[in-house]
């Protein structure tokens, strides 16, 4: 089987298991094959021979053919007008709308291949094989689409590559090409076992330009790119060795969470944990020195527990260890002092309440249990070398 008709063999392969519909188009752009799931409509090849009309709804194959065409074409137009800025294979996709994903093949005819729609969910909902009511379209992660296109990928071209991710709700090229870099630069980090990541992560979400640049201004926004974050961490993570059972166990505990809140704080709090959890992970793959168990437990209990009154006696009870003992081995590990470490994150999270938040002053310093407002503007100064009023000033809230 040469890699056509394994190319070929996959299209129709999802098409049956998956209902994940198929397009392949030349470089102008007209149809030239495609496939469908006999459930959202027959082979679109067939009806038109045969001028058969299957009808979902009230919607016809042709009808449905017409919508799709429209959508891919005006995708492919986007890419020809700025091909430089795009990489195939690429998933194209909208919030709360069809997605695409899109493969090329140039060696031989020039042609776009193209898989889907889909409908982008969180992967925690498991129903990758259902579909929506109106056209039957499948439903799953950005996660698992991006390994269809990637597989289909590898038949056709023999390169194993990741497929690139496209938002385009609102389009802006330059935003994307900002939440590309950033979304690249972390997962490098990630793939390093870089502790650093969480100070990328902070620079970018409380930064006003940041903000501005990622399009980042909405809580549903800011959901998305906490998201996109996980889909590019978690990708590096399996690249860097981990298992796939392994980094969606930690998906699955994490993101459907974001989608439950609307606190863009929360949102935050619980993209950093999952990332920490992975970079941990890395870094004992590589054969680097882990956190001990004790630590590892500190990090995850000061975490969750960020806006309480958190004092070295109450950690040291969680983790079973005297104060004394647990204060030393603290900082014989991480070469910082268990307090200071706890006014760090406290500040941190100040500092992403006085940005996306219309929180008062003596709220934010409250709801991270202060002991009052001036003892709270003394830590923030020490740390960041302005009042929060000062840095409330600086920077932009999002609405």
Known sequence: MNKFEKFEYLRELFSKSKGLASFTFDKDLNLIDDYMDSNMGIHIGDSVEGNKS???????????KDQYIKEIVRYLEIMGKDSKQYEFPLLFYEKEGRSYGFISS????????????????????????????????????????SDFIQLLDFALNK?????????LDNYDSASFEKSKEYLKKLASMIKDGDWG??????????NRESIMDLGTVTVSSARHLAVLSVDYACQAAREAGLSSKTVETLYQEY???MYETQETLEITSLVNTLIYHLVRLVRLLRGE??????????????EENINSKLTLEAIAKEVGYSADHLSKIFKSETGVSLNHYIMELKIDNAKLMLVITDM?????????????NSHFTKIFKAIVGKTPAQYRKSYTHLT
Not at 289 to 302: A, E
Request: some cysteine; glycine content about 4%; proline content about 7%.
């Open 255 to 257: 993101v459907p969470k």
């Open 106 to 145: 140039f060696n031989q005819i020039p042609q776009y291949h193209v898989l889907g729609p889909v409908m982008i969910k969180p992967s925690h909902l498991k129903v990758q094989e259902d579909k929506t009511k109106e056209d039957k379209i499948p439903i799953m992660s950005v996660e698992q689409f």
């Open 197 to 206: 990541y969480r100070q990328l992560m902070f620079e970018v979400i409380s």
């Open 159 to 167: 390169k194993k590559r990741k497929a690139s991710l496209y938002e």
């Open 54 to 64: 299957n009808h979902i709804n009230g919607v016809t194959n042709n009808d449905l």
């Open 360 to 372: 008062s002053i003596g709220d934010i310093a409250n709801s991270l249990s202060f002991c009052s």
């Open 289 to 302: 020195k882990p956190f001990s168990l004790p630590i590892q437990r500190c990090y995850t209990f000061i």
